[in-house]
T-cell receptor
Framework: EDKVVQSPLSLVVHEGDTVTLNCSYEVTNFRSLLWYKQEKKAPTFLFMLTSSGIEKKSGRLSSILDKKELFSILNITATQTGDSAVYLCAVAKTRDDKIIFGKGTRLHILP | SAVISQKPSRDICQRGTSLTIQCQVDSQVTMMFWYRQQPGQSLTLIATANQGSEATYESGFVIDKFPISRPNLTFSTLTVSNMSPEDSSIYLC??????????FGSGTRLTVV
């Protein structure tokens, strides 16, 4: 059975700290791994990773994929209160375009 | 990337009634996906909607409870039928947009009382 596991499930840090969110997966017909930020209702796209070892960056956020170890991390440096959200990891499959979501990491940044 | 207009944004409904949620995409897409997110949970795929054919439902979801229409390549509806409080969730539609992954509609927050 396909599964995506995120850790930790929740995290509270102070503004300015650096956080690392983890995502491991066991999925057949892997196409890509995606990270989303969910603040209210709709998840917003952060990164899509398809190749191992290539870091993607956007401002203070970065992510990398390890297809051998079936693992990805999302780093956020110099966190701000606006980073408080649920971060979702998902894996897209090749055969049917479905994506499988992890349970998410709820991140809370204290001022 | 595609832009999806989803409505209603929220609704409070009486148990036993039905609610239809609409998603309009600003470009033609082959498949649209409908998700449910129960309180405190992650997103669960309800069904995949293809234009011109019946929707494909995931395990645990049935057409009588969640009928879906896909009349053309830019529009789809999901109906939540005979609602109970357990149907209180956020419902989201989504399409694959290529390099930007999947784009989601703004979501419908449903409360059943």
């Amino acid at each position: 059975e396909d599964k995506v596991v995120q850790s930790p499930l929740s995290l509270v840090v102070h503004e300015g700290d650096t956080v690392t969110l983890n995502c491991s997966y066991e999925v057949t017909n892997f196409r890509s791994l995606l990270w989303y930020k969910q603040e209210k209702k709709a998840p917003t796209f952060l990164f899509m990773l398809t190749s191992s070892g290539i870091e993607k960056k956007s401002g203070r956020l970065s992510s990398i994929l390890d297809k051998k170890e079936l693992f990805s991390i999302l780093n956020i440096t110099a966190t701000q209160t606006g980073d408080s959200a649920v971060y979702l990891c998902a894996v897209a499959k090749t055969r049917d375009d479905k994506i499988i979501f992890g349970k998410g990491t709820r991140l809370h940044i204290l001022p | 990337s595609a832009v999806i207009s989803q409505k209603p944004s929220r609704d409070i409904c009486q148990r036993g009634t039905s609610l239809t949620i609409q998603c309009q995409v600003d470009s033609q897409v082959t498949m649209m996906f409908w998700y449910r997110q129960q309180p405190g949970q992650s997103l669960t795929l309800i069904a995949t909607a293809n234009q011109g054919s019946e929707a494909t439902y995931e395990s645990g979801f049935v057409i009588d409870k969640f009928p879906i229409s896909r009349p053309n390549l830019t529009f789809s509806t999901l109906t939540v039928s005979n609602m109970s409080p357990e149907d209180s969730s956020i419902y989201l539609c989504s399409v694959w947009t290529g390099r930007n992954g999947y784009t989601f509609g703004s979501g419908t927050r449903l409360t059943v009382v």
